[in-house]
């Protein structure tokens, strides 16, 4: 019984995968090819994870300031997030949606951009943040599950809503991580051309 339960959490998990590689393979590049510019362009990428996704801002920025599978510079990408938030709440007494809005509005500026991890359906830190990029002429790329509908009402015309159809958290979660790890490839190919077959 439990084995099979395990089973099928796999099964769950390639099937969500295999049904959503077509519809976000456009938003995907699209994210890489708007981060690539923002870089190149001499920006930065801000990367915010609420709740469980801020461990996959910190992994995603990692990777983009080291290497992803391949040697390159490191890109001026930052991942705002645990410990930093916990510090701004101590500094300013505020509250988790606030710590990360501030951290937004502080290190962000014009030609920046923000990248977004929202998994649970708990958009408000999110909300905030993107509207802090926005005072701060930044666009918003956002990764969130399926019931992100106040966020949406936020971004404009210069940002990117990519939802994963799912209600699950943890769904949306692993979800996240290969897109992450799709924008990882996806960037380095562009910077650095394809890679030569070993």
């Known amino acids: 019984?439990?084995?099979?339960r395990i089973q099928q959490q796999f099964f769950d998990a390639a099937d969500l995968k295999y049904q959503s590689a077509e519809a976000l393979a456009k938003p995907i590049a699209d994210a890489a090819q708007a981060i690539v510019a923002a870089l190149t362009g001499g920006g930065k990428l801000l990367v915010a994870g609420v709740g469980p996704a801020a461990a996959l801002a910190?992994?995603?920025a990692a990777r983009m300031v080291g290497r992803f599978e391949r040697e390159r510079p490191g890109l001026a990408v930052l991942a705002l997030g645990a410990d930093a938030?916990?510090?701004?709440?101590l500094a300013s007494?505020?509250?988790g949606e606030a710590a990360?809005?501030?951290q937004v509005a502080t290190l962000g500026q014009p030609g920046d951009l923000l990248l977004l991890l929202e998994a649970e359906g708990e958009p408000t830190s999110a909300l905030a943040a993107a509207k802090a990029a926005h005072v701060n002429e930044m666009a918003?790329?956002?990764f969130v599950g399926r019931s992100a509908s106040a966020l949406s009402g936020e971004l404009g015309e210069t940002d990117a809503l990519v939802p994963v159809a799912h209600d699950r958290p943890a769904r949306v979660l692993e979800l996240h991580l290969i897109m992450l790890h799709c924008l990882c490839d996806a960037i380095d190919l562009q910077l650095l051309g394809e890679q030569d077959p070993a």
Do not use: D, N, P, Y
């Open 100 to 102: 990360l809005s501030r």
């Open 85 to 89: 938030v916990v510090q701004s709440q």
């Open 140 to 142: 918003v790329i956002a």
């Open 1 to 4: 019984m439990l084995e099979q």
């Open 93 to 95: 007494g505020g509250t």
């Open 58 to 60: 910190s992994m995603f």
